[in-house]
């Protein structure tokens, strides 16, 4: 077998970085990994100059919707950075719907904080035939059009399922269209794409994954249930593409994978189950669900053999699941998100021993929203990575994708500067090496995603790696912000 010596690089093993060194690697297996200076020109093949560059091993994304990126990718979007008015909104709207061909209309991209008060009476000046279907940015709710409303089943006097909102107008009462973490309600009604065109939708999606140098992605949406999972694993199997998939069966359909005899772990193919994903919001300043019954969902999971990883934003939601899995302790449960944060949550977060699961890039691409709306004690809350890691919590990176950028360089980069797209800063006490940021798309992501049998960098390991144009030592951060894919897999 060939054997290439990738000479002079800086190599990060999953614990520091080798400044200077080199690999030897031979039918894809590292054969020899020392100081550049002990490697004589007669041992190896071909030698790549890696000057400058950084080696690392393949990157985990922790959390993100494969499913939804495949629809994301291949469904109209609003582009916010066009909008500076309701008409432009409404605008965009109406051509996308006049443009489509399809009978049921799903725009995505919608920004809630940004909406200028659009609701369901707007989109049925579009359309009152169609419906119309308009995902927020965050994934965690929808705007329907009354034709939309009427074919789901919800009128003004229906009642609102556990866990599910439906907004209502303050002045009138009625309903406004929004409906939040409802999206099991309208999936029925939205027409499936067939198989070969979801493996292509996945396939392209997976390169992108593949392209930002993931080879592990964690699914971690709550409406997952068994034929989702045997659906992953049918296309899993047919397309190469696919990197590896960690599947977290939502809690509500726990009971499907207990039927077929599945548990954590559990493995068909290259996909594996993880963590049972547990939704915690708030709701008129209260828990949804509150503790007790959370307790009993963290209880049930434990007792099916499942780790919890619960959705929890917001501070509220964050104390309460902080609380629930310490009355119910099990090992390696997690908590996603986690946005704010104060000294007490964190110090309560170490001594039950809670992973987090959080997203760097929402810093970039999300804190000048957050500067606007937010409060100083609030925005001192936020993203506190920094202090996480510095007192020991093992905290892993995600994209949380398509909420989130892919591009591991945007929470790279946000992590180390704690700047906004626009170049503000926030909270800049809670700065991340990048290092650290390494290790929590590598090292620590293993741990929290239960992957630690997957091998580091080290004689005769196979593990997947990367060479990224990133001088490490000598960081233009300028230049980081804005790298799209210098990433290039070794094997």
Same mark, same amino acid.
């Given at each position: 077998m060939e054997k290439i010596l990738y000479s002079n690089a800086n190599i990060f093993d999953g614990n520091k970085i080798h400044t200077n060194s080199s690999l030897l690697i031979s039918d894809s297996k590292i054969v020899a990994f020392d100081k550049a200076s002990n490697f004589e020109s007669n041992i190896f093949d071909r030698r790549i100059d890696c000057t400058g560059m950084l080696i690392t091993e393949s990157f985990i994304d922790s959390h *993100?919707? /494969?499913?939804?990126?495949?629809? @994301?990718?291949?469904?109209?979007?609003?582009?916010?950075?066009?909008?500076?008015?309701?008409?432009?909104?409404?605008?965009? =709207?109406?051509?996308?719907?006049?443009?489509?061909?399809?009978?049921?209309?799903?725009?995505?991209?919608? &920004?809630?904080? #940004?909406?200028?008060?659009?609701?369901? &009476?707007? /989109?049925?000046?579009?359309?009152?035939?169609?419906?119309?279907?308009?995902?927020?940015?965050?994934?965690?709710?929808?705007?329907?059009?009354?034709?939309?409303?009427?074919?789901?089943?919800?009128s003004e006097y229906s009642n609102e399922p556990t866990g599910v909102t439906f907004d209502r107008e303050i002045n009138s009462g009625n309903l406004s269209g929004y409906i939040f973490e409802g999206d099991h309600l309208i999936e029925r009604y939205i027409p499936k794409s067939s198989m070969s065109d979801l493996n292509d939708q996945v396939g392209q999606v997976s390169k992108i994954y593949q392209d930002n140098g993931y080879s592990l992605i964690n699914d971690a949406s709550i409406n997952n249930n068994f034929i989702k999972f045997e659906l992953l694993c049918n296309l899993a199997s047919s397309n190469s593409l696919i990197p590896k998939i960690i599947f977290?069966?939502?809690?509500? @359909?726990?009971?499907?994978?207990?039927?077929?005899?599945?548990?954590?772990?559990?493995?068909?193919g290259s996909v594996r189950l993880g963590h049972c994903k547990i939704m915690l919001t708030t709701s008129s300043g209260k828990t949804v669900p509150n503790f007790e019954?959370?307790?009993?969902?963290?209880?049930?999971?434990?007792?099916?053999?499942?780790?919890?990883?619960?959705?929890?934003?917001?501070?509220?939601?964050?104390?309460?699941?902080?609380?629930?899995?310490?009355?119910?302790?099990?090992?390696?449960?997690?908590?996603?998100?986690?946005?704010?944060?104060?000294?007490?949550? +964190?110090?309560?977060?170490?001594?039950?021993?809670?992973?987090?699961?959080?997203?760097?890039?929402?810093? @970039?691409?999300?804190?000048d929203s957050y500067l606007k709306d937010k409060n100083q004690l609030d925005l001192n809350s936020l993203y506190r990575i920094g202090s996480l890691i510095n007192s020991g919590v093992t905290v892993g990176y995600s994209s949380d994708a398509p909420v989130s950028s892919v591009n591991p360089f945007k929470?790279? @980069?946000?992590?180390?500067?704690?700047?906004?797209?626009?170049?503000?800063?926030?909270?800049?006490?809670?700065?991340?090496?990048? =290092?650290? *940021?390494?290790?929590? /798309?590598?090292?620590?992501?293993?741990?929290?995603? &239960?992957?630690?049998?997957?091998?580091?960098?080290?004689?005769?390991?196979?593990?997947?790696?990367? /060479?990224?144009?990133?001088? +490490?030592? &000598?960081?233009?951060?300028?230049?980081?912000?804005?790298? #799209?894919?210098?990433?290039?897999?070794?094997?």
């Open positions: *993100t919707h /494969l499913l939804s990126f495949s629809s @994301y990718m291949n469904s109209p979007q609003i582009d916010n950075g066009e909008i500076n008015s309701k008409s432009d909104l409404i605008q965009q =709207i109406e051509n996308i719907v006049n443009n489509s061909k399809e009978y049921w209309i799903r725009i995505f991209g919608l &920004n809630n904080t #940004n909406s200028f008060n659009i609701n369901k &009476n707007d /989109l049925d000046e579009i359309s009152t035939t169609l419906p119309i279907v308009i995902v927020l940015d965050s994934l965690h709710g929808n705007l329907l059009n009354s034709k939309a409303l009427e074919i789901i089943g919800i977290m069966p939502g809690f509500p @359909y726990l009971n499907e994978f207990s039927r077929e005899r599945l548990k954590y772990n559990s493995t068909i019954t959370l307790s009993k969902q963290i209880n049930e999971s434990h007792r099916a053999g499942f780790p919890v990883a619960i959705h929890a934003v917001d501070n509220l939601s964050v104390k309460t699941a902080i609380k629930a899995i310490g009355k119910n302790p099990f090992e390696n449960d997690r908590i996603e998100h986690s946005s704010e944060l104060y000294d007490e949550d +964190i110090q309560n977060i170490k001594n039950n021993d809670i992973h987090i699961s959080t997203h760097p890039s929402f810093i @970039y691409d999300r804190g929470g790279i @980069y946000a992590n180390f500067t704690r700047c906004t797209k626009s170049g503000n800063s926030l909270n800049p006490s809670e700065k991340v090496s990048i =290092i650290d *940021t390494l290790k929590m /798309l590598t090292t620590f992501n293993k741990t929290i995603t &239960n992957s630690e049998n997957l091998k580091s960098i080290q004689i005769n390991s196979n593990t997947k790696m990367l /060479l990224i144009d990133m001088d +490490i030592n &000598n960081i233009d951060i300028h230049l980081l912000k804005n790298v #799209n894919s210098s990433i290039k897999w070794i094997n």
